[in-house]
């Protein structure tokens, strides 16, 4: 899936729904709240990302 830089973020969880829907969170807002839970995605630019992800 796209979404941008969150995709390969070592901030990045995936969280599925019960239909069976995909979101991403990024879990950086749970102790910084300038960054949104579900970023609107994709992701182009974010001074908090960590690369680290190789999904
Ligand atoms: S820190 Fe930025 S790039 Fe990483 S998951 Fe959060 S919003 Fe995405």
Do not use: A, W
Not at 16 to 44: A, D, H, Q, W
């Amino acid at each position: 899936m796209k979404r941008g830089l969150c995709d390969t973020c070592v901030h990045q969880k995936l969280i599925k729904n019960t239909r069976g829907s995909t979101f991403s969170m990024c879990e950086r807002s749970k102790t910084e709240p300038e960054y949104p839970k579900y970023p609107r995605l994709p992701v182009i630019e974010c001074r908090g990302y960590v690369s680290g992800s190789t999904r």
